[in-house]
């Protein structure tokens, strides 16, 4: 059997274009410990807590209105006792597709499966900081 990369999806009341702007302002909705730019393809971006994670991204494929694909080029997660660089080399997918009235937003992080040291901790954080963070940000962003 094979394992599957960790994902959730979020339904919301707003446009498609709207999900995907609000994507693109990390921020406000992931984080402030953020340089970069996220405007553009091949743009990149650093996110880094100090002590105990480090990733730069690259904006590697956009579809306005309906996908956002991030490549991590590099990373460091320093609580890790194995391989400190396990998102290396992963990809964070956000598609955006209408249901009805409502946008569904599914998320998936390409590579981050069950048997990385980080999988537990990891699909804790993006459980929290998309389910809660992105979709209260979209939701007061669509009011």
Same mark, same amino acid.
């Given at each position: #059997?094979?394992?599957q990369s960790?994902?959730?999806? @979020?339904g *919301? ?5 709207v /999900?995907?702007?609000?994507?693109k302002?990390?921020? @406000?909705?992931?984080t402030?410990?953020?340089e970069?730019?996220?405007?553009n393809?091949?743009?990149e971006? /650093? ?6 994670? !480090? +990733?730069?991204?690259?904006? /590697?494929e956009i579809?306005?209105?309906?996908? @956002?694909?991030w *490549?991590?080029?590099?990373?460091t997660?320093?609580?890790?006792e194995?391989d400190k660089?396990?998102?290396?080399n992963?990809? #964070?997918?956000?598609e @955006?597709?209408?249901?009805?009235d409502?946008?569904l937003l599914h998320?998936?992080?390409e590579g *981050?499966?069950p048997e990385?040291?980080? !999988?537990?901790r990891? +699909?804790?954080?993006?459980?929290? /900081?998309?389910i809660?963070? *992105?979709f209260n !940000?979209i939701?007061r962003?669509?009011?």
């Amino acid at each position: #059997m094979k394992n599957q990369s960790f994902s959730t999806s @979020i339904g *919301l009341d707003a446009a498609p274009h709207v /999900v995907f702007e609000c994507i693109k302002d990390i921020p @406000i909705w992931w984080t402030r410990d953020f340089e970069g730019s996220t405007a553009n393809l091949n743009a990149e971006f /650093v996110i880094c807590h100090p002590g105990s994670h !480090y +990733s730069k991204q690259k904006l /590697v494929e956009i579809i306005p209105g309906k996908k @956002i694909v991030w *490549l991590v080029t590099e990373s460091t997660l320093d609580w890790l006792e194995k391989d400190k660089s396990e998102w290396t080399n992963t990809k #964070m997918v956000f598609e @955006i597709t209408s249901q009805g009235d409502k946008t569904l937003l599914h998320f998936t992080h390409e590579g *981050l499966v069950p048997e990385k040291e980080c !999988y537990i901790r990891c +699909s804790e954080g993006w459980t929290t /900081v998309i389910i809660q963070r *992105l979709f209260n !940000y979209i939701k007061r962003h669509t009011v």
